[in-house]
């Protein structure tokens, strides 16, 4: 088989003979499956209204290829990603391959990388999966299921016909025969059947292929010229066309049994004119509701607020859980009513039913489409608009706090600047109101990360289409026009200032100490207010322990910061202690600062009384994720127990399958009663199933405390039911086998122990392994062993050919094997033990020894 083929392939067929794994890689058998498979594809996708026609290329998205899996299995994937970005391909990939492992399909070596990146290999066996599984697997006659059950279909429809012979899917099928034998066993006036000739193949595959595609709408999925230009035909390809003849007629048989049947209803006029009224009923209604439902779906208008907006997607899951399934089923029942109607008018010979314009099946399926159209994406916008208000709403506080803060900062600073008190002043004023004006230009250099800030948040809010841009946008445009005519003015009156500098020539040091350092004092307060009643958002608990981290750092600045304080409050009763002293007529104010002891210590209080508020807070917040926290510990203790218990199981199953004991029957009632030991553990499952949904409602997205997703407590729960079931299958098969071979309980025991033990050799081993594992995938099943020794043991001769012909080194001399341990003699069951000295080999199955060592004749060994 090709690299690309999953073991699940094994449990469907087993290929008859071990082909050279070097023409796998035909350039002609790829070509072959290229077009089989892109029309089989294409025969399904149209269904859709779509098609491909690079196979490779077609696919690499995942979009086409979840449509393919939706239509084939008559069930809905997950929602896939739109983006075009690879991480979005890989994740639709990803979805369709978890689908189809879903069906209890394992893939090998297929992963979603290798299809996004169009691997040819990769992709013709991912689509040979999807065949296997959902047009061959449930083939089934006469017992036999999948490849045989199809090729035993073939050989029944054929075997009247001279010169066809079917017995594979590649060489049987060359000369076009079987495929028009089977036309004409189902439509004999399709094909004259007797005017075919054997030496024509290319004449017979195109009437075939022709007719196939022209009256029983099987697409034409080879060319006649690639069959006959190929040594051997792609089997993969030649099982696909074949699936699909095989699917047209047992359609067509089916439909003529329910028209015998439907033939005997008397009375089918009544119970067809009560169809056409539930029909038409039933279409107005739905109809009428998708009318209704359409504007709503595409109302895409965004809502002003957080809450409106979560109503809307509250509404949305409402619809999706509660209103839309029963449509989906009266849609559904609808077809069916129409296609049963129909069914029954046309078996009665009566006029196809003709819905009231407007309500036909295709106009159901236009308007359903509408709808699905209408509700794509709203769930995604609904969100994204969630989380647009979310951070609008945060960045316009922002906004409003910052502004507030500069506002209240920029409050009379153009009257201060406007003032022209220099010209009365004394030398030493003037000299005080140059350095007022420095330590004021410095406080405005300050202030201007606040204004960048400010006009930075109004230009995000405008980008988010923030409701209440203007209203920002106007506040915004106020405070730099007042920032601009702040920083004119402040030039003005420096150019005053300096122009009056040469009559001033003292300062008193103390108040030009005291500005110097208020004024980062008065900032550094500022900020800490302003950074005190910041808001945040977080998610987990490290987060709000780094905002709780950093504030608790902020209040071990505070001592030095009152420190600070007291210390300028000192430089200032100082200079009251001098003025009043020395009868300085400064009038008790400081002339380089407009910033008082009183705004000081007002400020203070204010931050101090902050400090408790934000405690609150980031204590309320740390409540709050120590909850989330709570719910991620509870589902990850309860995952871990559940994900390893499932693996335990499933090794489990692994040993018992191996290490069976007692009779089959005995075995199988143990299988049973571990099966039911199994079941009885879903309810921990549901439960696991409640918490997680706790944890989706409380909207958290990761859980450090394990490594197990819901998604993999599923797949490994159905992977456990599925292998004890399995188990179980292969318990009762080897019953039957049993039953059917007359092979005795202590057979079956030594054949199992044997296979448990099974080794590999060199000449020989090839051709046992050749028999019991033809396709080399190094996994040998203990039916095929058995057939194997029940044919090789027959008689005593031939299995001591089979034990002679292992050989190894023994010293010097090339002899038999071998000594003191168990050395399985590659499948057959064999094993030699040297006995005493090393004087005789033993033959378990027949307790009888082979002879001396040193009597036997070496050279018919060699």
Known sequence: MDHYDSQQTNDYMQPEEDWDRDLLLDPAWEKQQRKTFTAWCNSHLRKAGTQI??????????????????????????????????????????????????KGVK????????IVDGNVKMTLGM??????????????????????????????????????????????????????????????????????????????????????????????????????????????????????????????????????????????????????????????????????????????????????????????????????????????????????????????????????????????????????????????????????????????????????????????KEAMLRQKDYETATLSEIKALLKKHEAFESDLAAHQDRVEQIAAIAQELNELDYYDSPSVNARCQKICDQWDNLGALTQKRREALERTEKLLE????????????????????????EDLQDTFIVHTIEEIQGLTTA????KATLPDADKERLAILGIHNEVSKIVQTYHVNMAGTNPYTTITPQEI???????????????????????????????RKQFGAQANVIGPWIQTKMEEIGRISIEMHGTLEDQLSHLR???????????????????????????????????????????????LLTTIARTINEVENQILTRDAKGISQEQMNEFRASFNHFDRGEAEFARIMSIVDPNRLGVVTFQAFIDFMSRETADTDTADQVMASFKILAGDKVGLLWCGHRVGVAGTGWTLIWRGDREHLHCPFFHRPIGPLTAINLSPYL
């Open 673 to 719: 009663q571990y099966e039911k030991s199994i079941v009885n553990y879903k309810p921990k499952i549901d439960q696991l199933e409640g918490d997680h949904q706790l944890i989706q409602e409380a909207l958290i997205f990761d859980n450090k405390h394990t490594n197990y997703t819901m998604e993999h407590i599923r797949v490994g729960w159905e992977q």
């Open 107 to 114: 893939l090998v070596s297929i992963g979603a990388e290798e």
């Open 127 to 412: 689509i040979w999966t999807i065949i296997l599984r959902f047009a061959i697997q449930d083939i089934s006659v006469e017992e036999t299921s999948a490849k045989e059950g199809l090729l035993l279909w073939c050989q029944r429809k054929t075997a009247p016909y001279k010169n066809v012979n079917i017995q594979n899917f590649h060489i049987s099928w060359k000369d076009g025969l079987g495929f028009c034998a089977l036309i004409h066993r189902h439509r004999p006036e399709l094909i004259d059947y007797g005017k075919l000739r054997k030496d024509d193949p290319l004449t017979n595959l195109n009437t075939a292929f022709d007719v196939a595609e022209k009256y029983l709408d099987i697409p034409k999925m080879l060319d006649a010229e690639d069959i006959v230009g190929t040594a051997r035909p792609d089997e993969k390809a030649i099982m696909t066309y074949v699936s699909s003849f095989y699917h047209a007629f047992s359609g067509a048989q089916k439909a003529e049994t329910a028209a015998n049947r439907i033939c005997k209803v008397l009375a089918v006029n009544q119970e067809n004119e009560q169809l056409m009224e539930d029909y038409e009923k039933l279409a107005s209604d739905l109809l009428e509701w998708i009318r209704r439902t359409i504007p709503w779906l595409e109302n895409r208008a965004p809502e002003n607020t957080m809450h409106a907006m979560q109503q809307k997607l509250e509404d949305f899951r409402d619809y999706r859980r509660l209103h839309k399934p029963p449509k989906v089923q009266e849609k559904c029942q609808l077809e069916i009513n129409f296609n049963t109607l129909q069914t029954k008018l046309r078996l009665s010979n009566r006029p196809a039913f003709m819905p009231s314009e407007g309500r036909m099946v295709s106009d159901i399926n236009n308007a359903w489409g509408c709808l699905e159209q209408a509700e794509k994406g709203y769930e995604e916008w609904l969100l994204n608009e969630i989380r647009r208000l979310e951070r609008l709403d945060h960045l316009a506080e922002k906004f409003r706090q910052k502004a507030s803060i500069h506002e209240a900062w920029t409050d009379g």
């Open 506 to 529: 003292t300062i008193d040091q103390l108040y030009l100490e005291y500005a110097k350092r208020a004024a980062p004092f008065n900032n550094w307060m500022e900020g800490a207010m």
């Open 53 to 102: 026609e690079n196979i490779e290329e077609d696919f690499r998205d995942g979009l086409k290829l979840m449509l393919l899996l939706e239509v084939i299995s008559g069930e809905r994937l997950a929602k896939p990603e739109r983006g075009k970005m690879r991480v979005h391909k890989i994740s639709n990939v990803n979805k369709a391959l978890d689908f189809i492992a879903s």
């Open 601 to 631: 210590n007002g400020k203070w209080d204010h931050v101090r009384q902050l400090v408790p508020r934000r405690d609150q807070a980031l204590t309320e917040e740390h409540a709050r994720q120590q909850h989330n926290e709570r719910l």
């Open 551 to 554: 504030h608790e750092q902020f």
